[in-house]
């Protein structure tokens, strides 16, 4: 059996593990990173599209930001639409100047693919059977089926970063976690469509009939979501009917609406606010999905995972350069506060634009008041524009070895 020593064995190559592979990387730290699914799977899976402040900065100071500042879409502003009319928030004035960059997480995934890559450090696609071992001791494990072979990677820490139907959160033992969770009576059914998208920004609906969002991948790709129940089949939704309740849904009474276009992707997504606490079991670290999922509503996921694994850099660098485990013991308490306030924002978002099938007429009213007030108070749009382009980060960049150049994205 092939053996391995590391210092950090990375379960998954989302964007959570492969963040954190390559910020040890830029450390001299060593990692392995074991992945069950294929490359073109992992690069393919259609996602997250919304990176905020903190995200794009932090792609740009590890020099993996190319793509992005070639590709991504910089928005400077939303629009909350209810009642037939769309408002727009504008993000950069009400932040000092921040905002959000549209750019697919196959994207962030396949750029950080190749950084991997160009490293030569290991990364396994297409791992079998993979399982995590020796938790209670000071060597963990790591053991999969590669090709012909089984492996076995001896590590100092392992990261799991695994998502939500990953391995390494049911690993720990029971009893140890937390779980607070909450699962939304809706879903969204998302579309990828080959037209333009007709506005630079996003558009969040409240509608009678529910909740609707468009978006973009490129300026030739559309993106589009609508609440549907959360086991709706996709199967019984016609090219047809899905453009008809989203322009039922979104057409404004000005005579916006989006182009309509080809239909290449579509699937729908159930909803929940999910968090595992602590996350941390001995030298076992959950980041990212792993650990929590918010609702997409609030657009937090990617950028939660990302947060996490700068948290953890910190913390692995500080120990193997100054012999420092503070950090490590903080590490879950740190994370822990910005997922409490992103699910918060994200419950919020989710639960203000969505319309509940036990809701009152009471409920709809109110959240028209909601989205009145929010669309017509400084004080109101300012706080949804500093959740929403992400609040400041809860570690430098520097501590990471990092310099800041977000500038360079302006
Ligand atoms: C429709 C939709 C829209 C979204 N929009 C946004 C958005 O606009 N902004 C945002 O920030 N977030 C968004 N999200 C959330 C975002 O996609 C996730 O939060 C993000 O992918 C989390 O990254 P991760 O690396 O933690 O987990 P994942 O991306 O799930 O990566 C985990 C990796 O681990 C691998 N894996 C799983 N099991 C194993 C195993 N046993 N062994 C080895 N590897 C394993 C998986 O194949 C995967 O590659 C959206 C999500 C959805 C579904």
């Known amino acids: 059996m092939p053996a391995h020593t590391t210092q950090v064995g990375i379960v998954g190559a989302g964007p959570a593990g492969l963040i954190l592979g390559h910020l040890l990387h830029l450390n001299g730290l060593d990692s392995v990173i074991v992945e069950n699914r294929s490359r073109e799977y992992v690069i393919d899976r259609v996602r997250a599209g919304v990176l905020e402040q903190g995200t794009v900065d932090l792609m740009t100071a590890m020099g993996v930001g ?10 400077d502003g939303l629009y909350i639409s209810f009642q037939g009319q769309r408002h727009r928030i504008d993000l950069a004035e009400l932040t000092g100047g921040k905002a959000i960059t549209v750019y697919g997480q196959n994207e962030v995934v396949r750029d950080l693919i190749d950084a991997r890559t160009g490293t030569k450090r290991p990364l396994y696609f297409e791992a079998d059977n993979v399982s995590v071992g020796g938790l209670d001791s000071d060597n963990p494990v790591i053991r999969f089926r590669h090709g012909d072979a ?10 799991g970063c695994d998502g939500f139907h990953g391995i390494c959160r049911p690993s720990i033992p029971d009893g140890v976690l937390t779980i607070s969770e909450r699962v939304y ?34 300026p030739k790709i559309t993106r589009l979501y609508l609440q549907v129940p959360p086991d709706e089949p996709i199967d019984e939704w016609s090219d047809d009917a899905i453009w008809d309740e989203m322009l039922t849904r979104m ?16 699937g729908v997504t159930p909803m929940r606010s999910f968090v595992a606490a602590p996350m941390r ?26 947060s996490d694994v700068l948290v953890l850099a910190r913390a692995l660098k500080a120990f193997y350069e100054q012999g420092r485990r503070t950090w490590l013991d903080e590490y879950s308490d740190v994370c822990l506060r910005r997922v409490w306030r992103a699910q918060r924002f994200s419950w919020w978002m989710t639960s203000t634009l969505h319309r509940s099938p036990d809701e009152t007429a009471f409920d709809h009213q109110r959240q028209i008041a ?6 017509s108070s400084i004080a109101a749009m300012t706080s949804l524009a500093e959740q929403y382009v992400g609040l400041p980060g ?13 500038e360079e994205q302006r």
């Open 66 to 75: 190319q793509g992005l500042s070639q590709a991504g879409l910089r928005h």
């Open 185 to 218: 009576p809706f879903g969204w059914l998302g579309i990828l469509a080959e037209a333009a998208p007709s506005s630079d920004e996003l558009v969040y609906t409240l509608h009678e009939r529910g909740f609707a969002l468009f978006s973009m991948r490129s």
């Open 394 to 406: 809860e570690v430098s960049f520097e501590s990471v070895g990092l310099t800041r150049r977000q």
């Open 150 to 159: 089984d492996h076995e990677v001896r590590c100092d820490f392992i990261a």
């Open 281 to 306: 079991y001995n030298r076992l670290f959950l980041a990212g999905d792993a650990a929590h999922i918010v609702p997409p509503t609030g657009a937090k996921g990617l950028n939660l995972a990302a």
């Open 251 to 266: 057409t404004t009474r000005d005579g916006w609406r989006p182009n309509i276009g080809r239909i290449v992707q579509k």
């Open 370 to 375: 909601d989205l009145d007030y929010l669309t």
